[in-house]
């Protein structure tokens, strides 16, 4: 069983950067693909992004490419979501998940959420 938990969220002015972890226990977290989500009151969540076991491969909403940037070090089993030029639109919970396949699949694992708010 893997557990997620996410840190690093809070408030910051627009223009401004957060850097947010996942840090992964149980399983063996390090051979799973790691995802980004966010959602916003009133809002479906959505995805900001993804990075494969190996850190090779990621994959970036439009929404957020150039901005954020995803990494892991899977020695710490923690998974990064650097996020910078922060915009109001970009607040929301963000939420990390883990799954085995890159391409498809069910994210299995879920951490708890943190809240990012972006002023104006």
């Known amino acids: 069983q893997v557990q997620l938990v996410e840190t690093g969220g809070g408030s910051v002015q627009a223009g401004g950067s957060l850097r947010l972890s996942c840090a992964a226990s149980?399983?063996?977290?390090?051979?799973?693909?790691m995802g980004w989500f966010r959602q916003a009151p009133g809002k479906e969540r959505e995805s900001v992004g993804r990075?494969?076991?190996?850190?090779?491969?990621?994959y970036y909403a439009n929404s957020v490419k150039g901005r954020f940037t995803i990494s892991r070090d899977n020695a710490e089993n923690t998974v990064y979501l650097q996020m910078n030029s922060l915009k109001p639109e970009d607040t929301a919970v963000y939420s990390c998940?883990?799954?085995?396949?890159?391409?498809?699949?069910?994210?299995?694992?879920w951490g708890q959420g943190t809240q990012v708010t972006v002023s104006s």
């Open positions: 998940a883990a799954r085995l396949n890159y391409y498809i699949g069910e994210w299995r694992y």
């Open positions: 149980g399983g063996t977290p390090s051979s799973y693909t």
């Open positions: 990075i494969g076991w190996s850190g090779d491969s990621t």
